[in-house]
Protein backbone atom coordinates (compact mmCIF):
# COMPACT_ATOMS: atom_id res chain seq x y z
CA UNK A 1 0.00 0.00 0.00
CA UNK A 2 1.05 3.26 -0.96
CA UNK A 3 0.21 6.41 1.25
CA UNK A 4 0.91 9.96 -0.57
CA UNK A 5 0.88 12.88 2.21
CA UNK A 6 -0.26 15.17 -0.76
CA UNK A 7 0.87 18.68 1.52
CA UNK A 8 2.73 16.96 4.08
CA UNK A 9 4.47 20.62 4.30
CA UNK A 10 1.84 22.50 4.41
CA UNK A 11 -0.06 19.79 6.94
CA UNK A 12 2.68 20.46 8.90
CA UNK A 13 2.14 24.35 8.92
CA UNK A 14 -1.25 24.25 9.80
CA UNK A 15 -0.72 22.11 12.85
CA UNK A 16 1.76 24.38 13.92
CA UNK A 17 -0.23 28.03 13.28
CA UNK A 18 -2.59 26.04 14.45
CA UNK A 19 -5.44 26.32 12.17
CA UNK A 20 -7.84 24.05 9.85
CA UNK A 21 -7.63 23.79 6.12
CA UNK A 22 -8.65 27.77 4.20
CA UNK A 23 -9.68 28.52 7.84
CA UNK A 24 -7.73 31.39 10.16
CA UNK A 25 -4.06 31.75 8.49
CA UNK A 26 -4.40 29.38 6.03
CA UNK A 27 -7.49 31.30 4.42
CA UNK A 28 -5.30 34.05 2.64
CA UNK A 29 -2.33 33.26 0.26
CA UNK A 30 0.61 31.78 1.48
CA UNK A 31 3.70 29.55 0.15
CA UNK A 32 6.26 27.71 1.80
CA UNK A 33 9.64 28.65 0.38
CA UNK A 34 13.32 27.30 0.00
CA UNK A 35 15.89 29.72 -0.37
CA UNK A 36 18.60 28.90 -3.40
CA UNK A 37 20.92 30.54 -5.51
CA UNK A 38 18.73 31.99 -8.10
CA UNK A 39 16.41 33.39 -5.18
CA UNK A 40 13.39 32.31 -3.27
CA UNK A 41 11.61 29.36 -4.78
CA UNK A 42 8.29 28.38 -3.90
CA UNK A 43 8.50 24.38 -2.30
CA UNK A 44 4.31 24.58 -1.38
CA UNK A 45 1.14 26.99 -1.94
CA UNK A 46 -2.25 26.56 -0.15
CA UNK A 47 -5.67 26.55 -1.67
CA UNK A 48 -5.73 30.49 -1.79
CA UNK A 49 -2.16 31.03 -2.87
CA UNK A 50 -2.98 28.29 -5.96
CA UNK A 51 -5.73 30.32 -6.92
CA UNK A 52 -3.74 33.61 -7.35
CA UNK A 53 -1.58 31.90 -9.13
CA UNK A 54 1.66 30.85 -7.29
CA UNK A 55 2.71 27.32 -7.92
CA UNK A 56 5.70 25.02 -6.97
CA UNK A 57 8.74 25.36 -8.54
CA UNK A 58 7.79 29.11 -9.67
CA UNK A 59 10.48 31.63 -8.44
CA UNK A 60 8.72 34.01 -5.50
CA UNK A 61 9.42 37.27 -7.22
CA UNK A 62 7.84 35.58 -10.33
CA UNK A 63 4.54 34.80 -7.83
CA UNK A 64 4.63 38.32 -6.10
CA UNK A 65 3.75 39.76 -9.38
CA UNK A 66 0.58 37.98 -9.73
CA UNK A 67 -0.23 38.71 -5.64
CA UNK A 68 1.55 41.22 -4.39
CA UNK A 69 -0.41 40.16 -0.89
CA UNK A 70 1.29 36.48 -1.00
CA UNK A 71 2.35 35.50 2.38
CA UNK A 72 5.33 33.78 2.80
CA UNK A 73 6.64 31.26 5.22
CA UNK A 74 10.27 29.25 5.08
CA UNK A 75 10.07 25.05 4.60
CA UNK A 76 11.39 23.18 6.80
CA UNK A 77 12.43 19.36 4.77
CA UNK A 78 14.44 18.11 7.97
CA UNK A 79 11.30 18.72 9.74
CA UNK A 80 9.29 17.11 7.10
CA UNK A 81 11.40 14.01 6.43
CA UNK A 82 11.67 13.81 10.83
CA UNK A 83 7.86 13.84 10.54
CA UNK A 84 7.45 11.30 7.81
CA UNK A 85 10.12 8.60 10.16
CA UNK A 86 7.29 9.53 12.73
CA UNK A 87 4.39 9.04 11.00
CA UNK A 88 5.94 5.24 9.38
CA UNK A 89 6.35 4.17 12.86
CA UNK A 90 2.59 5.12 13.42
CA UNK A 91 1.51 3.78 9.78
CA UNK A 92 2.65 0.42 10.97
CA UNK A 93 -0.94 -0.30 12.58
CA UNK A 94 -2.17 -1.71 9.25
CA UNK A 95 1.08 -3.96 8.22
CA UNK A 96 4.12 -5.52 10.12
CA UNK A 97 6.62 -3.08 8.39
CA UNK A 98 6.41 0.11 6.73
CA UNK A 99 8.81 2.14 5.06
CA UNK A 100 9.71 5.79 3.74
CA UNK A 101 9.28 7.30 0.01
CA UNK A 102 10.80 10.61 0.91
CA UNK A 103 9.32 12.99 0.59
CA UNK A 104 6.30 12.81 1.16
CA UNK A 105 5.21 9.19 0.75
CA UNK A 106 4.91 5.75 2.66
CA UNK A 107 4.92 2.18 1.67
CA UNK A 108 3.68 -0.17 3.71
CA UNK A 109 3.02 -4.01 3.25
CA UNK A 110 -0.20 -4.93 3.71
CA UNK A 111 -0.12 -8.77 2.51
CA UNK A 112 -2.16 -10.99 3.87
CA UNK A 113 -3.96 -8.48 6.18
CA UNK A 114 -6.22 -6.82 4.74
CA UNK A 115 -9.05 -8.65 6.11
CA UNK A 116 -8.45 -7.91 9.98
CA UNK A 117 -9.91 -4.63 8.15
CA UNK A 118 -12.78 -5.82 6.33
CA UNK A 119 -11.33 -5.93 3.00
CA UNK A 120 -9.08 -3.77 1.17
CA UNK A 121 -11.28 -1.33 0.41
CA UNK A 122 -12.08 -0.49 4.43
CA UNK A 123 -8.64 -0.49 5.05
CA UNK A 124 -8.00 2.39 2.67
CA UNK A 125 -11.29 4.11 4.33
CA UNK A 126 -9.71 3.78 7.52
CA UNK A 127 -6.18 5.26 6.31
CA UNK A 128 -7.68 8.02 4.94
CA UNK A 129 -9.84 8.56 8.07
CA UNK A 130 -7.28 8.19 10.69
CA UNK A 131 -4.95 10.71 8.27
CA UNK A 132 -8.02 13.01 7.89
CA UNK A 133 -8.12 12.91 11.77
CA UNK A 134 -4.52 13.99 12.13
CA UNK A 135 -5.21 16.56 9.78
CA UNK A 136 -3.25 15.47 6.94
CA UNK A 137 -4.73 14.84 3.65
CA UNK A 138 -3.14 11.46 2.02
CA UNK A 139 -4.04 9.30 -1.08
CA UNK A 140 -3.87 5.57 -0.67
CA UNK A 141 -4.17 2.68 -3.08
CA UNK A 142 -3.26 -0.49 -3.49
CA UNK A 143 -1.39 -3.13 -5.39
CA UNK A 144 0.57 -6.15 -5.74
CA UNK A 145 4.12 -3.89 -6.30
CA UNK A 146 5.49 -0.81 -4.51
CA UNK A 147 5.79 0.62 -7.94
CA UNK A 148 2.03 0.31 -8.93
CA UNK A 149 0.66 1.31 -5.60
CA UNK A 150 2.84 4.70 -5.76
CA UNK A 151 1.79 4.90 -9.48
CA UNK A 152 -1.68 4.62 -8.65
CA UNK A 153 -1.83 7.03 -5.76
CA UNK A 154 0.07 9.52 -7.56
CA UNK A 155 -1.45 9.17 -10.83
CA UNK A 156 -4.97 7.61 -10.24
CA UNK A 157 -8.47 8.41 -8.08
CA UNK A 158 -8.17 8.01 -4.34
CA UNK A 159 -8.63 4.52 -3.40
CA UNK A 160 -7.44 2.58 -6.15
CA UNK A 161 -7.18 -1.28 -5.92
CA UNK A 162 -5.24 -3.80 -8.30
CA UNK A 163 -5.86 -6.82 -7.83
CA UNK A 164 -2.96 -9.58 -7.75
CA UNK A 165 -4.34 -11.69 -10.59
CA UNK A 166 -4.59 -8.37 -12.77
CA UNK A 167 -2.86 -7.53 -15.56
CA UNK A 168 -0.53 -4.92 -14.10
CA UNK A 169 0.89 -3.68 -17.33
CA UNK A 170 -2.46 -3.33 -19.09
CA UNK A 171 -4.32 -1.61 -16.03
CA UNK A 172 -1.54 1.36 -15.66
CA UNK A 173 -1.59 1.81 -19.30
CA UNK A 174 -3.01 5.48 -19.15
CA UNK A 175 -0.79 6.33 -16.79
CA UNK A 176 1.86 9.45 -17.38
CA UNK A 177 5.31 8.13 -17.57
CA UNK A 178 5.52 10.55 -14.11
CA UNK A 179 4.52 7.67 -12.80
CA UNK A 180 7.62 5.53 -12.70
CA UNK A 181 9.57 7.59 -10.60
CA UNK A 182 11.96 9.24 -13.15
CA UNK A 183 14.02 11.88 -12.84
CA UNK A 184 12.85 14.63 -14.40
CA UNK A 185 16.04 14.47 -17.46
CA UNK A 186 15.10 11.06 -18.11
CA UNK A 187 10.94 12.21 -18.45
CA UNK A 188 12.36 15.18 -20.73
CA UNK A 189 14.05 12.50 -22.97
CA UNK A 190 11.29 10.52 -22.82
CA UNK A 191 8.75 12.87 -24.04
CA UNK A 192 10.86 14.56 -26.79
CA UNK A 193 11.21 10.31 -27.78
CA UNK A 194 6.93 10.34 -27.98
CA UNK A 195 6.90 8.20 -25.12
CA UNK A 196 4.62 10.15 -22.97
CA UNK A 197 2.24 7.01 -21.27
CA UNK A 198 3.42 3.74 -19.91
CA UNK A 199 1.02 2.14 -22.18
CA UNK A 200 3.22 3.99 -25.07
CA UNK A 201 6.18 1.91 -23.23
CA UNK A 202 4.69 -1.79 -23.50
CA UNK A 203 3.74 -1.10 -26.82
CA UNK A 204 7.55 -1.15 -27.54
CA UNK A 205 7.86 -4.37 -25.26
CA UNK A 206 9.28 -2.39 -22.49
CA UNK A 207 6.18 -4.30 -20.73
CA UNK A 208 5.75 -8.24 -21.59
CA UNK A 209 9.81 -8.66 -22.34
CA UNK A 210 9.59 -9.91 -26.16
CA UNK A 211 9.37 -8.42 -29.39
CA UNK A 212 12.05 -6.33 -28.21
CA UNK A 213 13.21 -3.93 -30.56
CA UNK A 214 11.87 -1.26 -28.77
CA UNK A 215 13.12 -2.56 -25.44
CA UNK A 216 16.72 -2.75 -27.14
CA UNK A 217 16.80 0.86 -28.73
CA UNK A 218 15.70 2.34 -25.02
CA UNK A 219 18.64 -0.01 -23.50
CA UNK A 220 21.11 1.52 -25.32
CA UNK A 221 19.54 5.33 -25.12
CA UNK A 222 20.12 4.77 -20.92
CA UNK A 223 23.04 1.88 -20.91
CA UNK A 224 24.94 3.77 -18.57
CA UNK A 225 22.43 4.61 -16.17
CA UNK A 226 22.94 2.30 -12.91
CA UNK A 227 20.57 4.04 -10.89
CA UNK A 228 16.69 2.74 -10.95
CA UNK A 229 15.59 6.65 -10.64
CA UNK A 230 17.62 7.04 -14.30
CA UNK A 231 16.43 4.11 -16.35
CA UNK A 232 12.91 3.49 -17.53
CA UNK A 233 14.10 -0.23 -17.79
CA UNK A 234 14.06 -0.91 -14.45
CA UNK A 235 11.75 0.87 -13.31
CA UNK A 236 9.40 -0.73 -15.31
CA UNK A 237 11.07 -4.54 -14.72
CA UNK A 238 9.84 -3.19 -11.26
CA UNK A 239 6.91 -1.90 -11.19
CA UNK A 240 5.43 -5.29 -13.36
CA UNK A 241 7.20 -7.44 -10.49
CA UNK A 242 9.51 -9.04 -12.89
CA UNK A 243 12.62 -7.74 -10.80
CA UNK A 244 12.61 -7.24 -6.91
CA UNK A 245 12.60 -3.55 -5.37
CA UNK A 246 14.59 -3.47 -2.23
CA UNK A 247 12.95 -1.28 0.62
CA UNK A 248 14.70 -0.07 3.79
CA UNK A 249 11.84 -0.29 6.83
CA UNK A 250 11.40 1.57 9.62
CA UNK A 251 12.01 0.25 12.77
CA UNK A 252 11.09 1.64 15.80
CA UNK A 253 13.53 2.06 18.48
CA UNK A 254 11.88 1.74 21.77
CA UNK A 255 13.09 3.48 24.78
CA UNK A 256 14.05 1.01 27.86
CA UNK A 257 11.04 1.62 30.54
CA UNK A 258 10.06 0.24 33.79
CA UNK A 259 6.72 1.28 35.79
CA UNK A 260 5.06 -0.11 38.78
CA UNK A 261 1.42 0.33 39.59
CA UNK A 262 0.83 0.06 43.33
CA UNK A 263 -2.18 -1.25 45.22
CA UNK A 264 -2.71 1.54 47.73
CA UNK A 265 -1.32 5.18 46.53
CA UNK A 266 1.73 6.33 48.69
CA UNK A 267 2.52 9.09 50.30
CA UNK A 268 5.56 8.86 52.58
CA UNK A 269 8.89 9.20 51.57
CA UNK A 270 10.21 6.32 52.84
CA UNK A 271 7.88 3.72 51.06
CA UNK A 272 8.75 6.08 47.50
CA UNK A 273 12.00 5.78 48.10
CA UNK A 274 11.49 1.94 48.37
CA UNK A 275 9.54 1.78 44.92
CA UNK A 276 12.12 4.15 42.98
CA UNK A 277 15.08 1.55 44.09
CA UNK A 278 12.77 -1.00 42.95
CA UNK A 279 12.83 0.50 39.47
CA UNK A 280 16.03 1.18 39.35
CA UNK A 281 16.71 -2.38 39.82
CA UNK A 282 14.36 -3.21 36.84
CA UNK A 283 15.85 -0.76 34.80
CA UNK A 284 19.85 -2.10 35.11
CA UNK A 285 18.27 -5.47 34.38
CA UNK A 286 16.61 -4.07 31.09
CA UNK A 287 19.45 -2.17 30.09
CA UNK A 288 21.63 -5.01 31.08
CA UNK A 289 19.92 -7.55 28.86
CA UNK A 290 20.33 -4.69 25.88
CA UNK A 291 24.01 -3.69 26.78
CA UNK A 292 23.85 -0.34 27.26
CA UNK A 293 23.26 2.21 30.05
CA UNK A 294 21.67 5.40 30.59
CA UNK A 295 22.64 8.70 29.84
CA UNK A 296 18.88 10.32 30.77
CA UNK A 297 16.41 8.84 32.53
CA UNK A 298 12.70 10.33 33.15
CA UNK A 299 10.63 9.24 36.65
CA UNK A 300 7.22 9.96 36.18
CA UNK A 301 4.79 9.54 39.22
CA UNK A 302 1.03 9.62 38.68
CA UNK A 303 -0.65 11.05 41.42
CA UNK A 304 -4.31 10.11 42.40
CA UNK A 305 -5.99 13.29 41.44
CA UNK A 306 -4.17 12.58 37.57
CA UNK A 307 -1.52 15.22 37.91
CA UNK A 308 1.83 13.88 36.46
CA UNK A 309 5.21 14.59 38.18
CA UNK A 310 8.08 14.63 36.42
CA UNK A 311 12.07 14.63 37.25
CA UNK A 312 14.93 14.16 34.84
CA UNK A 313 18.39 12.90 35.15
CA UNK A 314 21.18 13.60 32.83
CA UNK A 315 24.33 11.76 33.95
CA UNK A 316 28.03 12.18 32.76
CA UNK A 317 28.42 9.00 31.81
CA UNK A 318 26.29 5.63 30.32
CA UNK A 319 25.17 3.76 33.75
CA UNK A 320 22.96 1.11 35.58
CA UNK A 321 23.84 1.04 38.78
CA UNK A 322 20.90 1.22 40.63
CA UNK A 323 22.50 2.44 43.89
CA UNK A 324 24.07 5.35 41.83
CA UNK A 325 20.49 6.10 40.28
CA UNK A 326 18.16 6.19 43.37
CA UNK A 327 20.98 8.40 45.41
CA UNK A 328 20.73 11.06 42.44
CA UNK A 329 16.80 10.79 42.47
CA UNK A 330 16.49 10.94 46.07
CA UNK A 331 17.81 15.19 45.55
CA UNK A 332 15.52 15.69 43.33
CA UNK A 333 12.10 14.40 45.17
CA UNK A 334 12.53 16.04 48.32
CA UNK A 335 9.96 18.65 47.33
CA UNK A 336 7.43 15.94 45.54
CA UNK A 337 3.83 16.98 46.74
CA UNK A 338 2.37 13.30 46.45
CA UNK A 339 -1.52 15.31 47.17
CA UNK A 340 -3.65 12.16 48.20
CA UNK A 341 -1.06 10.02 47.14
CA UNK A 342 1.14 8.33 44.01
CA UNK A 343 -0.26 5.12 42.22
CA UNK A 344 2.04 4.78 39.77
CA UNK A 345 5.76 5.02 38.94
CA UNK A 346 7.47 5.02 35.93
CA UNK A 347 11.00 5.27 34.93
CA UNK A 348 12.29 5.76 31.36
CA UNK A 349 15.59 5.65 30.26
CA UNK A 350 15.29 8.39 27.23
CA UNK A 351 18.76 8.31 26.29
CA UNK A 352 21.04 5.09 26.77
CA UNK A 353 24.68 4.33 24.91
CA UNK A 354 26.19 1.05 24.95
CA UNK A 355 28.26 -0.25 27.74
CA UNK A 356 30.12 -3.23 28.04
CA UNK A 357 29.55 -5.53 31.16
CA UNK A 358 31.78 -4.97 33.94
CA UNK A 359 32.83 -6.30 37.07
CA UNK A 360 29.85 -4.63 39.64
CA UNK A 361 31.84 -5.34 42.79
CA UNK A 362 35.17 -3.27 41.62
CA UNK A 363 32.26 0.12 40.39
CA UNK A 364 30.63 -0.51 43.85
CA UNK A 365 33.84 -0.13 45.68
CA UNK A 366 34.76 2.82 43.58
CA UNK A 367 31.60 4.17 44.51
CA UNK A 368 31.74 3.11 48.31
CA UNK A 369 35.53 4.93 48.52
CA UNK A 370 34.41 7.81 46.34
CA UNK A 371 36.73 7.27 43.38
CA UNK A 372 34.44 7.36 41.29
CA UNK A 373 34.81 10.41 38.72
CA UNK A 374 31.62 10.22 36.69
CA UNK A 375 29.31 9.36 40.03
CA UNK A 376 31.39 12.77 41.64
CA UNK A 377 30.38 14.71 39.00
CA UNK A 378 26.95 13.06 38.20
CA UNK A 379 25.98 14.34 41.97
CA UNK A 380 27.76 17.86 41.65
CA UNK A 381 25.44 18.33 39.08
CA UNK A 382 22.62 17.57 40.51
CA UNK A 383 23.41 19.31 43.50
CA UNK A 384 25.11 22.67 41.18
CA UNK A 385 23.15 22.12 37.95
CA UNK A 386 24.42 21.23 35.05
CA UNK A 387 25.91 24.52 33.88
CA UNK A 388 27.94 24.97 37.01
CA UNK A 389 29.93 21.59 36.21
CA UNK A 390 31.96 21.67 33.28
CA UNK A 391 35.75 22.04 31.93
CA UNK A 392 37.39 24.37 30.06
CA UNK A 393 38.84 22.62 26.48
CA UNK A 394 40.90 23.98 22.94
CA UNK A 395 38.99 24.93 20.15
CA UNK A 396 40.71 25.14 16.73
CA UNK A 397 40.99 28.81 16.57
CA UNK A 398 43.98 31.35 16.89
CA UNK A 399 42.01 34.18 18.39
CA UNK A 400 42.64 34.27 21.87
CA UNK A 401 38.52 34.75 23.02
CA UNK A 402 37.91 31.94 20.66
CA UNK A 403 40.46 29.65 21.49
CA UNK A 404 39.07 28.42 24.72
CA UNK A 405 35.24 26.75 25.62
CA UNK A 406 33.55 24.47 28.15
CA UNK A 407 31.70 21.49 27.63
CA UNK A 408 30.62 18.77 29.99
CA UNK A 409 33.24 17.07 31.97
CA UNK A 410 33.78 13.19 30.90
CA UNK A 411 32.85 14.51 26.99
CA UNK A 412 34.94 13.33 24.47
CA UNK A 413 36.94 16.45 23.29
CA UNK A 414 36.35 16.85 19.51
CA UNK A 415 39.45 16.58 16.94
CA UNK A 416 41.07 20.18 17.38
CA UNK A 417 44.26 21.84 16.18
CA UNK A 418 47.70 21.39 18.55
CA UNK A 419 48.17 24.93 20.47
CA UNK A 420 51.69 26.22 18.99
CA UNK A 421 54.26 25.90 22.24
CA UNK A 422 55.76 29.04 21.44
CA UNK A 423 52.68 30.57 22.24
CA UNK A 424 52.61 32.03 25.65
CA UNK A 425 49.24 32.79 27.51
CA UNK A 426 47.93 34.60 30.48
CA UNK A 427 46.66 32.48 33.34
CA UNK A 428 43.68 34.41 33.19
CA UNK A 429 41.73 35.39 30.39
CA UNK A 430 38.89 37.99 30.59
CA UNK A 431 35.18 36.81 29.33
CA UNK A 432 35.57 40.07 27.32
CA UNK A 433 37.87 42.06 26.17
CA UNK A 434 38.29 45.80 28.15
CA UNK A 435 39.21 49.00 26.64
CA UNK A 436 41.61 50.60 27.93
CA UNK A 437 43.13 54.26 26.54
CA UNK A 438 46.95 53.84 26.31
CA UNK A 439 49.67 56.57 25.89
CA UNK A 440 51.89 55.44 22.80
CA UNK A 441 55.59 57.44 22.02
CA UNK A 442 54.31 56.68 17.63
CA UNK A 443 51.12 54.90 16.64
CA UNK A 444 53.05 51.66 16.17
CA UNK A 445 55.06 52.00 18.83
CA UNK A 446 55.29 50.34 22.34
CA UNK A 447 52.76 51.31 24.82
CA UNK A 448 53.93 53.55 27.79
CA UNK A 449 50.81 53.86 30.22
CA UNK A 450 46.99 52.93 29.88
CA UNK A 451 44.35 53.57 31.92
CA UNK A 452 42.10 50.50 32.92
CA UNK A 453 38.80 50.70 35.30
CA UNK A 454 39.54 54.09 36.33
CA UNK A 455 43.51 53.43 37.35
CA UNK A 456 46.23 54.60 35.76
CA UNK A 457 49.22 52.30 34.87
CA UNK A 458 52.49 53.05 33.86
CA UNK A 459 54.19 50.49 31.96
CA UNK A 460 57.93 49.32 33.34
CA UNK A 461 58.38 46.16 30.88
CA UNK A 462 57.20 45.11 27.42
CA UNK A 463 57.56 42.14 25.49
CA UNK A 464 56.10 41.81 21.78
CA UNK A 465 54.23 42.32 19.28
CA UNK A 466 52.42 39.30 18.77
CA UNK A 467 50.64 39.96 15.43
CA UNK A 468 47.36 37.73 15.10
CA UNK A 469 45.68 37.81 12.19
CA UNK A 470 41.76 37.57 11.83
CA UNK A 471 40.41 34.46 10.60
CA UNK A 472 39.37 34.94 7.25
CA UNK A 473 36.97 31.89 6.65
CA UNK A 474 34.69 33.40 9.45
CA UNK A 475 35.46 37.04 9.58
CA UNK A 476 34.69 40.14 7.17
CA UNK A 477 37.05 41.86 5.16
CA UNK A 478 37.03 45.20 7.58
CA UNK A 479 37.62 42.80 10.61
CA UNK A 480 41.58 44.32 11.76
CA UNK A 481 44.79 42.40 13.08
CA UNK A 482 45.61 42.44 16.50
CA UNK A 483 49.31 43.08 18.20
CA UNK A 484 49.56 41.72 21.43
CA UNK A 485 51.37 42.64 24.13
CA UNK A 486 52.84 41.52 27.17
CA UNK A 487 53.60 44.51 29.54
CA UNK A 488 54.50 45.25 33.23
CA UNK A 489 53.55 47.93 35.16
CA UNK A 490 55.73 49.45 38.19
CA UNK A 491 54.51 47.07 40.79
CA UNK A 492 55.01 44.17 38.81
CA UNK A 493 51.64 43.39 37.76
CA UNK A 494 51.48 41.75 34.35
CA UNK A 495 48.49 42.28 31.82
CA UNK A 496 48.49 40.96 28.22
CA UNK A 497 46.98 44.04 25.89
CA UNK A 498 46.43 44.39 21.64
CA UNK A 499 46.16 46.80 19.82
CA UNK A 500 43.53 46.37 16.90
CA UNK A 501 44.47 47.79 13.90
CA UNK A 502 47.67 49.41 12.33
CA UNK A 503 47.61 53.57 11.89
CA UNK A 504 46.50 54.03 7.90
CA UNK A 505 45.47 50.14 7.25
CA UNK A 506 42.40 51.60 5.29
CA UNK A 507 39.86 49.58 8.16
CA UNK A 508 39.01 52.56 10.36
CA UNK A 509 40.40 55.23 12.15
CA UNK A 510 43.09 54.99 14.72
CA UNK A 511 44.05 52.02 16.30
CA UNK A 512 41.99 50.58 19.38
CA UNK A 513 43.56 49.42 22.58
CA UNK A 514 42.57 46.49 24.64
CA UNK A 515 43.24 44.45 28.22
CA UNK A 516 42.58 40.89 27.72
CA UNK A 517 44.36 38.65 30.13
CA UNK A 518 45.99 38.96 33.47
CA UNK A 519 49.46 36.65 33.66
CA UNK A 520 50.19 35.28 36.55
Not at 26 to 34: N, R, S
Not at 340 to 350: K, P, Q
Not at 420 to 441: G, N, Q, W
Request: charged content about 25%; hydrophobic content about 45%.
Amino acid sequence: MAIWACELALDRWRQAEPCKRGEGADAQPLVLIAETAHGPRIEAANAAGRAEGAARGMMLADARTLCPALQVRPSDPAGDLAFLERLAIWAQRWGPWSAIDAPDGLLVDVTAVAHLFGGERRLLADVTARCDARGLAVRAAIAPTAGAAWALAHHAPAGTILGPEEDIALRLADLPVAALRLDADVLLVLRRLGLKRLGDLTSLGLGVGEGASGRDAIHRRFRNRRSPAANPLIRMDQLAGRVPEPLLPVIPVSAPLVQRRLMEPIRHRELLDQVVADLAADMARVLEGRGEGARRLQLGLWRVDGEVVLRDLELAMATRDPAHVCRLFAARLDHVDAGFGIEMLRLRASWAEPLALAQADLEAAAEEHGTSLAACIDRLTVRLGRDAVQRPVLRASHIPERSVGWQPPLERESAQQEELAFHARPLKLLDRAERIAVLYASPDGYPRRFRWRGSLFDIARVEGPERIAPEWWREKGATRLRDYYRVEDATGRRYWIYRAGLAGDGRGGEPDWFLQGLCG
